[in-house]
């Protein structure tokens, strides 16, 4: 069984996933960060594969990208980083990041490094549903990958019951029409949001992200679904002084 699955089929509620960019701060900095992560009982760790055009993402990760290309990181780089990373953890993990890079290096040959490396699921925001469905879902079944797909508050309801059936692993349930970023707590319509999924009674399991960046909107998401990603506040955290364990530690005690 896919380590997603597992995750969620032992696991149903307060699921913590943390997303960094590859290979931010430092180039060779990914392999340790996704170890200290899973050292912390962080759940699950979803790693940003840099990219020059990153619409969805917020000015945070759009400069830990920026860094991390200017660092020399590519996706095949990742991979060849990542090679011996299921000797040293079982957490489950993701890439998240743009179809361009992938494209480039082919879906095929993707998704056996995927394999090799012993990812487990994907996120790819401008990666279209049906176009998946039609081309890839053959050969990301074939692989057992986990593709997620994104809602998000304007998401029609068939729209959103259609993805609940065609997504791998979870939802990511995008908090607001807006780009990735911090938030102190989540305003009454995000909350409205959140609880008029949790009323439609999904098939698939649920992780709040965009805006998650303390304990107060940890929590909060945590209320209305199994679990929260967090990305911007643990890269802005990473960006601080001290050593790569003090900086991961340090955020996580302000979270759970």
């Keep these: 069984m896919n380590r997603i699955d597992e995750l969620f089929n032992s696991k149903k509620d307060d699921i913590l996933s943390v997303y960094f960019t590859a290979g931010y701060p430092a180039l060779n900095d990914t392999f340790r960060i996704i170890t200290e992560l899973e050292k912390r009982k962080v759940d699950m760790v979803e790693i940003g594969i840099p990219f020059s055009d990153p619409i969805a993402d917020g000015p945070v990760i759009q400069q830990s990208g920026t860094k991390a290309l200017h660092n020399g990181m590519n996706l095949k ?18 890439l ?34 049906e176009e998946y469905m039609e081309k890839y879902k053959t050969m990301f079944d074939k692989a057992g990958i986990c593709n997620n797909f994104l809602i998000t508050p304007q998401t029609p309801e068939k729209r959103i019951r259609q993805l609940d059936e065609w ?10 029409a807006s780009t990735t970023g911090s938030r102190d707590s989540f305003d009454e319509k995000q909350r409205d949001y959140f609880s008029r999924i949790n009323e439609m009674k999904l098939r698939s399991p649920r992780l709040v992200g965009f805006g998650v960046s303390n304990r107060t909107t940890y929590q909060q998401a945590c209320s209305f679904a199994n679990g929260a990603i967090i990305g911007s506040a643990f890269i802005n ?20």
């Design 77 to 94: 780089l990742l991979f060849e980083q990542l090679k011996e990373i299921r000797e040293y953890t079982r957490i489950p993990l993701l």
């Design 96 to 129: 998240m990041g743009y179809i361009n890079p992938i494209i480039r290096m082919g879906m095929d040959r993707f998704l056996e490094n995927a394999v090799v490396t012993g990812i487990d699921g994907v996120i790819i925001p401008d990666l279209p549903p």
């Design 167 to 176: 997504s791998g692993g979870f939802l990511y349930m995008v908090s607001s």
């Design 237 to 256: 955290a990473l960006g601080e002084s001290g050593s790569l364990s003090q900086k991961v530690s340090g955020f996580l005690e302000t979270i759970r």
